[in-house]
């Protein structure tokens, strides 16, 4: 059984699909999300958020706060967060991110 991942941000949909395995950073720590799952709502702290597909190659995404959000019915676990703002690895502008770190 796989989970049924949405990763959103106010302006867009940023990854969507099915994960065997989602990590995130909450506020009060790290959680680990598997089928299953118990429902639960965390606040996000802002960092590295990992989703391991189904085929065990992973995906990464940067989040910057927000809530994480996980329902369990009918057999049917779904993981939604829900971020201030997120990029996925691939996306993110390395010149951009270090000047607003200066």
Do not use: C, K, Y
């Amino acid at each position: 059984m796989a989970l049924d991942v949405h990763l959103v941000t106010p302006e867009r949909e940023v990854w969507a699909g099915s994960a065997e395995m989602v990590i995130a950073h909450g506020t009060d720590g790290m959680v680990g999300i598997l089928a299953g799952h118990a429902p639960l709502l965390i606040r996000l702290a802002i960092g590295r958020l990992r989703i391991q597909l189904e085929n065990g190659r992973w995906e990464e995404a940067v989040v910057d706060g927000g809530f994480l959000h996980v329902t369990n019915a009918e057999g049917s676990t779904r993981v939604d967060i829900l971020a201030t703002s997120a990029e996925m690895a691939g996306e993110i502008d390395r010149q951009a991110a270090q000047a607003r770190l200066e």
